[in-house]
C-alpha cells in the first residue's frame, strides 16, 4: 500500500478484507481480513498494472479498492486450491 502509513495500511487493509469477506461469505477473523486485504492490494496492483491502470496514487480509497480486488482473487483462489 504505497503511499500510506503503516497504521493506515492496517486500517484499508483491514476494511477491504473485511468487506471482502462479506461479498465472498467466507469466515475470516480480524487478522486475515488485514492479512488479506494488505496482500491483495499488492496483488491487484502489481495485475492492474499490466492492464496500464495505476492504483498507487495513495489515496485511501484507490488502496481500499485495490485491497478489496485482491482480496477477493485471494478468496476466490484459496477456495479453488483447498
Given amino acids: 500500500m504505497?503511499?500510506?502509513?503503516w497504521l493506515a495500511a492496517i486500517i484499508v487493509?483491514?476494511?477491504a478484507g473485511w468487506i471482502a469477506s462479506k461479498i465472498m461469505d467466507?469466515?475470516?477473523?480480524i487478522l486475515v481480513n488485514?492479512?488479506?486485504g494488505i496482500v491483495g492490494a499488492v496483488i491487484a496492483n502489481a495485475l492492474l498494472g499490466?492492464?496500464?491502470?495505476?492504483m498507487q496514487a495513495g489515496s485511501w480509497i484507490a488502496q481500499g479498492l485495490a485491497g478489496l480486488?485482491?482480496?477477493?482473487?485471494?478468496?476466490?483462489?484459496a477456495r479453488?486450491?483447498?
Fill in 34 to 36: 488485514i492479512i488479506m
Fill in 50 to 54: 499490466l492492464f496500464g491502470i495505476n
Fill in 26 to 29: 467466507a469466515d475470516t477473523g
Fill in 80 to 82: 479453488k486450491v483447498f
Fill in 69 to 77: 480486488i485482491g482480496a477477493i482473487i485471494l478468496i476466490w483462489v
Fill in 13 to 15: 487493509g483491514g476494511l
Fill in 2 to 5: 504505497e503511499g500510506l502509513g
